[in-house]
């Protein structure tokens, strides 16, 4: 009577990058008109194997998951109770096809012990354990970290020297033709700098504060995206967020970074207005920031909707959206003001 109706517990029937490739057969398995006494009897002699169970699985006769139990079900209730009438019917499972990244998002609000594996039909064909599960998202989230900046999520410490240079290299001649982008948006104002060296001093300030707000944006959309909490239909709210959180950040900054141009101004007794000169600073960090905040945003979004990895190498591409906005931004207000 414990013998499951599954289809046969066969993971290398689905994609390589599917939750079968997690999964293990499953435990314990009974059908509907089993008594709690019968159950337990089972229980008993399934407890003495190695491998541990946390929920009885309740299945048809043609093996299609119809409920789930739990142990203390099978302590609380009467003997003569069948299964059926003490199950929790329609519990939540997996599909076998579904991905690892989808079958984390489904459950990272779950935390149940094991969640069962089902096919199309619905039949039960194997359980996944919550455990295996985090130790994915873990090693999904730590991976992001190099695809942000053009590492491969195979590459580990002991991948080889040829390896690691295949997997890096393209990327850093990409990310040396964006950067090209950002001098030719430096080399457009190259009059103004001539004009007011101060300029140059402070543009590194600029960038490096627009780019850390990016960044910021950019990590909190790659979590949310891992986790599930960043879902269609709620990416406008996000960037609303992103760009507000950028523009406030970018103004408080551009205050100690205006007093900072100014001190800067006075000291070196610049023939240019210093107030200008902090207003120009103050205005460019409020502006970079704050479209930096929505870059941090658009990226992962824009690379998802291409059908890419929202992390791929989207610290490359966000490095030259904050780049071009803050010296575009500072060098094109100090043009405007004295030239």
């Not at 006494?37 to 929920?55: G, H, M, P, Q, W």
């Not at 990272?108 to 985090?134: A, E, N, T």
């Not at 030719?184 to 780019?211: D, H, R, Y």
């Amino acid at each position: 009577m414990n013998n499951t109706t599954s289809a046969p517990f066969e993971p290398l029937n689905y994609p390589a990058d599917s939750v079968s490739r997690l999964m293990e057969p499953p435990i314990a398995v009974f059908l509907p008109m089993l008594t709690v006494s019968e159950a337990t009897d089972i229980v008993r002699d399934l407890a003495s194997n190695t491998r541990i169970f946390t929920y009885g699985y309740i299945v048809d006769a043609t093996g299609i998951l119809v409920g789930v139990i739990t142990m203390r079900d099978l302590l609380l209730n009467n003997p003569d109770d069948t299964l059926e009438s003490i199950m929790i019917p329609e519990p939540f499972s997996l599909s076998a096809t579904a991905t690892v990244i989808d079958a984390i998002k489904e459950t990272v609000q779950k935390h149940y012990p094991s969640y069962p594996v089902c096919d199309h039909r619905g039949v039960l064909i194997g359980i996944v354990r919550g455990s295996k599960l985090f130790e994915e998202q873990a090693v999904v989230i730590s991976a992001q970290a190099g695809a942000m900046v053009g590492v491969e999520k195979e590459e580990r410490s002991g991948t080889s020297f040829w390896q690691s240079f295949k997997f890096r290299h393209p990327w850093l001649q990409f990310n040396l033709l964006t950067a090209f982008i950002a001098a030719g948006v430096v080399g457009l104002f190259e009059n103004t700098i001539e004009k007011i060296v101060v300029l140059a001093v402070f543009l590194p300030v600029l960038a490096g504060q627009s780019g850390n707000t990016g960044c910021q944006a950019l990590a909190v959309a790659l979590r949310s995206m891992t986790l599930g909490d960043l879902r269609p239909g709620t990416e406008k709210q996000q960037l609303f967020k992103e760009a507000a959180l950028g523009l406030a950040n970018g103004a408080l900054v551009g205050i100690t970074a205006g007093i900072g141009m100014y001190a800067y101004a006075v000291w070196q007794h610049i023939g240019e207005s210093p107030l200008k000169l902090a207003a120009t600073v103050f205005f460019a960090m409020a502006g970079s920031c704050f479209l930096s905040g929505m870059a941090g945003v658009l990226v992962p979004v824009t690379l998802k909707k291409l059908g890419a990895d929202p992390a791929t190498a989207s610290s490359i591409f966000l490095t030259t959206a904050t780049d071009v906005a803050s010296m575009g931004f500072f060098l094109g207000i100090a043009t405007i003001w004295f030239m």
